[in-house]
């Protein structure tokens, strides 16, 4: 960890045991953040954070050892929250915890999106999964980032994600996710607007998935033109 | 024109005097294609094409000269038609020109969007409005994509584009589509998957027109990770 530890953050991973969470989980312990892996399993949650700690060990990588919990715990630990869980557990895990992510930044990452022949839109009745959250979640700081890039490069922390991930939302807590945005390699923060513009973002990853089953592709989208 | 006009090709845009209409037209025309400028009032067409033509003219470029006529000759005129109508317009006019679109690619650019504070999309029962126009146009071959182009840079064929253009769609119009988007200098074809997708692309360009408003730039999206 560097010796500049203000802007170093504890951050929880709701859902964190699959590609997504630990694909953040890599890159953000990396950058020195405290990281905790939750999961409904807190024993699941332990095995992914060794797992990743090994990986980044044999790697020589330095970083922040990420720990393994219950999604509670994880939340109650930290002052970030980011949602990595399918979007068929999205509001009930919401509802589950909301308790406790009073006051907390929440950084929603979940497309509403199921399989049939192809990736296909849940039509979310709040408009997108970001929105949902923040109803669900009407004392937290919800922000919507993290939706287009790839599990697989985020994985490997040798890859520069060559991607600008798309933040909605407004306030502090909006800050704080484009400043997470930079402590990954690559990774290019650009501001999306209010949280209404989080269908479209989300949809960017339904668009994302289909390329790279037709192109066979790790893909992300980069904005042009912003000089 | 080049001596090889085998790729060229007869090119209505069916309200193409708006800043859409105009860029396209300013690169086609360059291309060698044949272009036509529709329009509902005839004369109006007729004077675009002549502020493009002493504009191209006094640029030095070489061009086909692009003409202006009324829609529904514009569109009996040629084999592709490129419709680039505001959205308000958009299910009125297919509907007046559907028997004369019969048989014809027919590549729809348009975006369901409507400005409040900023831009909203208008939801279309068929989810897009290109599905909107696949609905109408029965017995034409409808293809989407040109929507994320910013129609400042296409006005100016000095500066390159430097962004995918995301095609849906299938069959030959398809591949025909994908070849004119190789026409335009700085754009590159993706190929977005069936029509289906075409809302995800439509919606990209609400998003970027709230980061062009955001960041004052003229922003298009390129996919990463395509190698």
């Known amino acids: 960890m560097s010796t500049d530890d203000t802007n170093k953050h504890s951050i929880a991973l709701v ?3 699959g590609p997504e969470g630990k694909g953040l989980a890599t ?3 990396i950058a020195g953040h405290t990281v905790t892996i939750g999961s409904r399993d807190p024993a699941r949650g ?3 954070a060794e797992e990743l700690n090994s990986k980044l060990e044999i790697l020589g990588q330095s970083f922040v050892p990420v720990q393994g919990d219950s999604n509670e715990h994880a939340v109650t630990n930290s002052a970030i929250v980011i949602v990595t869980v399918p979007y068929s557990g999205h509001r009930a895990t919401l ?3 909301s308790h406790l992510l009073d006051g907390k930044i929440v950084i929603d990452t979940v497309v509403p999106v199921y399989f049939e022949k192809g990736p296909r839109p849940v039509e979310v009745s709040e408009g997108s999964a970001t929105e949902e959250a923040a109803a669900i979640l009407q004392n937290s700081n919800v922000i919507g980032a ?3 890039l790839s599990a697989e490069v985020l994985m490997e922390p040798a890859l520069s994600l060559d991607s600008d991930v798309l933040v909605t ?9 484009i400043e997470l ?3 990954i390699n690559g990774a290019r923060p650009v501001d ?8 479209f973002v989300e949809g960017i990853t339904i668009l994302l998935i289909g390329i790279n089953s037709r192109y066979k592709s790790h893909s992300g989208i980069v904005i042009s033109g912003l000089e």
């Open 27 to 29: 890159r953000f312990s």
């Open 15 to 17: 859902g964190g045991t």
């Open 169 to 177: 939302g407004g306030g502090d807590a909006k800050q704080v996710a």
């Open 46 to 48: 332990v095995e992914i």
């Open 146 to 148: 993290f939706h287009n």
């Open 192 to 199: 999306a607007g209010p949280l209404r513009y989080s269908r």
């Open 95 to 97: 509802e589950s915890l």
């Open 181 to 183: 945005v930079r402590d």
